[in-house]
Each structure stands twice: as C-alpha cells, then as structure tokens.
C-alpha cells in the first residue's frame, strides 16, 4: 500500500529546492513562506534530519543536504508522473497551456504569425506569451520555455538550436531615394540609427565597420539617433526616422510587407549569436512543453 500522505510536503520540499527559499516556493504552490516551511519541517521530524542547509542571506538561502539532493530528481519524476496521470484522468478534451517567453521584438515580427500553425497540430494547447526583453528564469519556473538569442550558453537550462541570424541594412520604402537605388555613399549621408542595446560576444557590427565593408573610406558622423532598445529601433526605421542596423529575423514581417527595405542585401554581416529554444529539464517532462520545443524546433527557419 502506498503512503501518499506526506504528499504535499514532498512538494513543499521540491519547490523549495529549486527556488532556494521558501518564499520562491510559497508563489508557486500558492500558499504562505510559513506554511512551506512547516511542511519541510515536518518531512523533517519523519525522517529524524534537516533536509536543508539554511543561510541567513544570499540568492539561495536552502541547500539540500546530500540526501535530499540524491532523492528530489525521483520525487521531481514522481510529482510529474502523478501530474500527468491527473491530466490523464480529464481526458483528451482537456485543454494544457504552455507558457513561452521571448523578447518583444520576435514575439511581434516573428513568433505571432507562426503560432497559429501550432495550434492547429495542437488544438488542445493553449499559448501564453510572456513577453520580456529581460531573460526570464526559465529554471525555477518563471515561464515554461523560450527563444533567446544568444551564444547558446545558459545555465539550467537545454538549448536547442533554432536558426542563425544577420546583420542588415534596412529603412522604410519611403526613405528611399527617387531612383530607389540606395548606394553605401547615400547611406552614409542619411540620418543613422543607432541600437546601444549591449550584445556581447555577438561580432554585432557598428555603422562604421558596416560602411567600411560596404566601400565608404570615411566614418559616418558622430550624429544619428542613438536607442538603447532593438524594438525601438526597429520601430523607428518602421517610421521613416532614419536607416537601421537590425536583426534580420526581427524585421521579417516588414521585410515581407514591404514597409521596410533590405538595403544592399549583397553585403552581409552573420553574426556569432543565434535563437535557441531553451527550457529546464523538468519542463521539458510536460507533454506540451516538450511538444512546443520539438514543433518550434522543428519550424523552417528566415531564409
């Protein structure tokens, strides 16, 4: 016979490793700190040992001891387990949400058009999007899954692979000159946009290094619009404020709709960073996180 009754207190005790205090803990399981910690503390009294190191202070202030640790990736599985057989229980009707996470950017120029192609294969998935340039703690469960773009190193977390990106010289169509032919010397006299949005180890290109690749010997001017956010960027070469060094997969719609223009589309510029589809171990045990990742995974790339 099974002994389900300490059941709530294994939960207690999962949710409070992985988010190292028992606040963390209490948002996810919808009840209050103290009440975690009586929960922890009497699994605690069963097996006769603390089952966390506690700190006063820090980021994480519960460690688990080394017999808690060898035995919450079996209570993880086990807790999961029990979750799917309850979502067993209400039938194929019942409908799953996955919550993904990505910047403001791609989830408006690249992610919403292709969401409905998802929920066609997945009718009984739900999406919600979160939609933050910060980066979402994917490991204690502040989203389900998400792109980032990036090297593709992140800790906690599983990266896949999405597709590559590059540099791109764009405005709108009516910030083209009258013959539409928009040379490197006509770029270089326009008003530039600048994106001071910090993309470190990315090989992300200035204007002048762009121009210089492009043939212009001299340095554009110390002018321009400068923006701390690519969104914004992009929004203002969307409204004709000047020419942008974008993202290309950020400008795919706009690109497609025509509003935008990729200028001189025989330089290029990769760049060493690319999208990735992260999410946790854990969440990945979900049936309908792990079937988003495989159906974003798998979803053709920006040619």
């Known amino acids: 016979m099974r002994n389900l009754t300490r059941l709530k207190s294994l939960q207690a005790l999962e949710a409070a490793a992985r988010h190292g205090s028992f606040v963390g803990a209490s948002t996810e399981l919808d009840v209050t700190p103290p009440a975690v910690g009586q929960l922890v503390r009497s699994l605690e009294d069963w097996v006769g040992y603390p089952l966390f190191k506690r700190a006063r202070s820090g980021a994480e202030r519960l460690t688990p001891v080394e017999e808690a640790r060898d035995a919450l990736d079996d209570i993880s599985q086990g807790l999961d387990m029990l979750e799917s057989g309850l979502r067993k229980l209400r039938g194929r009707k019942a409908r799953s949400v996955v919550v993904v996470t990505a910047s403001q950017a791609l989830v408006a120029n690249w992610l919403l058009a292709r969401l409905a192609d998802f929920s066609a294969g997945y009718p009984n998935i739900d999406v919600r999007l979160d939609v933050s340039d910060r980066v979402i703690d994917l490991s204690q469960g502040e989203a389900d899954i998400g792109i980032r773009c990036g090297l593709g190193s992140?800790?906690?977390?599983?990266?896949?692979?999405?597709?590559?990106?590059?540099?791109?010289?764009?405005?709108?169509?009516?910030?083209?000159?009258?013959?539409?032919?928009?040379?490197?010397?006509?770029?270089?006299?326009?008003?530039?946009?600048?994106?001071?949005?910090?993309?470190?180890?990315?090989?992300?290109?200035?204007?002048?290094?762009?121009?210089?690749?492009?043939?212009?010997?001299?340095?554009?001017?110390?002018?321009?619009?400068?923006?701390?956010?690519?969104?914004?960027?992009?929004?203002?070469?969307?409204?004709?404020?000047?020419?942008?060094?974008?993202?290309?997969?950020?400008?795919?719609?706009?690109?497609?709709?025509?509003?935008?223009?990729?200028?001189?589309?025989?330089?290029?510029?990769?760049?060493?960073?690319?999208?990735?589809?992260?999410?946790?171990?854990?969440?990945?045990?979900?049936?309908?996180?792990?079937?988003?990742?495989?159906?974003?995974?798998?979803?053709?790339?920006?040619?």
């Open 154 to 303: 992140w800790k906690g977390v599983k990266s896949t692979f999405l597709m590559g990106e590059e540099i791109i010289a764009v405005c709108h169509n009516k910030f083209l000159p009258p013959d539409q032919t928009a040379t490197a010397g006509w770029i270089a006299e326009q008003t530039l946009i600048h994106d001071g949005t910090p993309h470190p180890g990315g090989d992300f290109p200035t204007w002048t290094e762009w121009l210089a690749r492009s043939g212009v010997n001299h340095p554009p001017s110390d002018g321009g619009l400068k923006i701390n956010s690519t969104a914004a960027v992009i929004q203002a070469a969307v409204t004709a404020r000047g020419v942008a060094l974008v993202r290309k997969a950020l400008v795919a719609q706009e690109l497609e709709s025509g509003r935008l223009v990729h200028l001189m589309p025989e330089v290029r510029w990769p760049v060493k960073w690319a999208y990735y589809v992260v999410a946790s171990a854990k969440a990945l045990r979900r049936y309908e996180v792990n079937a988003f990742h495989d159906w974003l995974a798998g979803h053709p790339a920006i040619p």
